[in-house]
């Protein structure tokens, strides 16, 4: 069974920014598809990000040329650079590996235990 640890959460200003990691086990991380979903207190999980397992990203629009999703297979790593954070953008991240399709389709399979991030105004 695949296990995926985050860190890097925590409390920012707004303007500010974070960088999450995602630590993955498992010899077949670097064939798998990754992303980033987030979810706010009394909202729905929603995807942030996803990278294919050969460096195709794809962002939600509200994240859009602020969040940059990256791999790194040797570290088994995936990472959520955040930039110009909002107040919006606080909610638990968590890190998913699943399966993406020919066409692009995300389809979450294994979650961690997600992180807090806090953006104050």
């Known amino acids: 069974q695949v296990q995926l640890v985050e860190s890097g959460g925590g409390s920012v200003q707004a303007g500010g920014s974070l960088r999450l990691s995602c630590a993955g086990s498992?010899?077949?991380?670097?064939?798998?598809?990754m992303a980033w979903y987030r979810q706010a207190p009394g909202k729905e999980r929603e995807m942030v990000a996803t990278?294919?397992?050969?460096?195709?990203?794809n962002y939600a629009d509200s994240v859009r040329g602020r969040f940059t999703i990256s791999r790194d297979n040797g570290k088994n790593t995936v990472y959520l650079q955040m930039n110009s954070l909002k107040p919006e953008d606080t909610a638990v991240y968590y890190c998913?590996?699943?399966?993406?399709?020919?066409?692009?389709?995300?389809?979450?399979?294994?979650w961690g235990q997600g992180t807090q991030v806090t953006v104050s105004s």
């Open positions: 998913n590996k699943g399966v993406m399709t020919i066409s692009g389709t995300y389809y979450p399979v294994d």
């Open positions: 990278i294919s397992s050969s460096g195709t990203t």
């Open positions: 498992g010899r077949i991380f670097s064939s798998n598809a």
